[in-house]
């Protein structure tokens, strides 16, 4: 046996120690491989036959917020402003501010619109990771901002940037705001005027194509008495002089005692006379 031979071996039988060596090394391997053999190295179990099925995983990375690009990162601004009772847990708004901070510079003016708006229909601001801040910077940029984010941007900006810095987007934005003035209906157009006043920007392309809107769009019926004082009010806050558009408020505003006053209010603060106005030739 294989027992035999390694002892016969190593008891010290015939022939040279190099030969003793390799006849051990080779009985030892043997026994081994004996061994193996009769201790359950077989291949036959209970899984045989079964075959696994190995399915390859599609990881798509760019689904997942932490690495969505910007096709994915817009679909979830828009799930944001879909669910605007919804509380999102404080880890879903970092890594969504950090995402959009980073994708800032790749958006589009309207892009950015939207994104910020899911921001503040939530009322979410970070500390260090300020969206708010970073749309602004890139509105800077811009050169052209449609219509739609300008009334959206000059919104929301106001209630989340600091005075400096919101002074510098609004007169951006009311310079994009005076190009695309046929994109933009009456009252949004004083909307965002009334915001710069209201930041203390004054900008007087602005204020004069707002003016000559109103003045055409008056004649269309549902604009009510206080409402006709307020753009007479935002006017004057801009220091813009237009007195056939005050006039045409006057006449619409005379059944309304108070909306009066404050058309009164601000023609003084305008230093215009209407009565010598409308006495004056044509």
């Known amino acids: 046996s294989s027992q035999c031979s390694v002892r016969h071996v190593l008891s010290g039988g015939s022939g040279s120690p190099g030969m003793r060596c390799a006849s051990v090394w080779t009985v ?3 026994h081994i491989g004996l061994g193996r053999r009769f201790a359950g190295g077989s291949t036959d179990g209970p899984f045989k036959y079964i075959k696994p099925k190995f399915v390859e995983r599609k990881k798509h990375y760019g689904q997942v917020l932490l690495f969505a690009d910007r096709r ?3 679909e979830k601004a828009q799930d944001v402003l879909n669910e ?3 509380q999102f847990p404080r880890p879903f708004w970092e890594i969504f501010s950090k995402r959009s901070i980073q994708y800032m510079q790749l958006l589009e003016p309207l892009e950015i619109a939207i994104v910020v708006r899911a921001f503040d229909v939530h009322s979410i601001e970070l500390s260090g990771l300020s969206v708010y801040s970073a749309a602004a910077a ?3 940029e811009s ?3 449609p219509g739609h984010a300008v009334v959206v941007l000059s919104d929301v900006l106001p209630r989340w940037l600091a005075p400096q810095e919101l002074t510098a ?4 934005l009311g310079r994009r705001a005076a190009d695309v003035m046929y994109e933009l209906s009456p009252r949004h157009a004083v909307a965002v005027l009334e915001a710069l006043t209201a930041a203390g920007v004054q900008d007087t392309a602005l204020s004069q194509r ?3 809107k109103l003045l055409v769009q008056l004649e269309a019926p549902g604009w009510a008495a206080p409402e006709l004082a307020g753009l007479a009010a935002v006017m004057a806050g801009q220091g813009h002089r237009n007195v056939p558009l005050l006039l045409r408020i006057r006449e619409l505003v005379r059944d309304d005692a108070e909306s009066a006053q404050k058309l009164a209010e601000s023609c003084a603060a305008l230093e215009v006379d209407l ?7 044509p």
Request: hydrophobic share 50%.
């Open 169 to 172: 987007v609004l007169a951006c």
């Open 138 to 140: 890139q509105l800077k």
């Open 72 to 74: 994915k990162l817009l």
């Open 210 to 212: 707002v003016a000559q």
């Open 28 to 30: 030892a391997t043997r």
């Open 275 to 281: 009565d010598a106005a409308a006495a004056a030739p």
């Open 84 to 86: 605007p009772h919804t």
């Open 143 to 145: 050169r052209e901002v």
